[in-house]
């Protein structure tokens, strides 16, 4: 049994029970991303953090709100193999640390086309838009956003962002993601 976000969560597949185990931070998507709001009441991505990050807490029965580590201090980054984005409209997607990590990277040097991505994401969890299916794994999808591709796929109803990457890189990196990380390897058929 897992509770994540005072939700009870059981599930039978080890695949999704690796993939929920994984999850170990929340509202790491707005913290990074750039908004410039005019109207600071209206925005809805701007949050206000209570207390600690919020954590998985995986079959340790400790249910408290208090960190893991007692030298951690309140909203400490936390890397990831896996992060969930939360907020309204993004309750089912998940990034690998991969995803993240370029998310971040983005933020940082070209913030257009990060606001791109993000738009690509909020597409993507509204279900409007899926992409191409990638050659060779079935179950992924890669979308086009500028010189970057977005590789996703959804396990159990919730969308996995395997991997976003620039169009030279993307598919030497997402392979060696598909050798390496235990939770995408089944999906490749």
Request: no cysteine; aromatic share 8%.
């Amino acid at each position: 049994m897992l509770l994540l976000s005072q939700q009870e969560v059981v599930h039978q597949s080890p695949l999704v029970k690796g993939i929920i185990k994984a999850v170990t931070a929340r509202d790491d998507f707005y913290s990074f991303l750039p908004f410039n709001p005019t109207n600071q009441i209206d925005n809805p991505y701007r949050r206000q953090r209570i207390g600690f990050n919020q954590r998985s807490l995986v079959n340790t029965g400790n249910t408290s709100s208090k960190p893991l580590n007692k030298k951690a201090q309140p909203y400490d980054k936390i890397t990831t193999s896996i992060t969930t984005i939360s907020g309204d409209l993004m309750e089912n997607i998940r990034l690998t640390k991969q995803a993240l990590k370029q998310l971040k990277k983005l933020n940082k040097s070209d913030k257009n086309t990060a606001k791109k991505i993000k738009s690509v994401l909020l597409s993507l969890d509204s279900e409007n838009i899926t992409g191409e299916v990638l050659q060779g794994y079935s179950s992924f999808f890669k979308i086009r956003i500028g010189k970057f591709r977005l590789i996703h796929t959804t396990i159990d109803g919730v969308l996995i962002v395997a991997i976003i990457e620039k169009r030279e890189t993307v598919y030497k990196t997402f392979k060696h993601l598909m050798e390496e990380s235990d939770f995408l390897r089944p999906l490749h058929k």
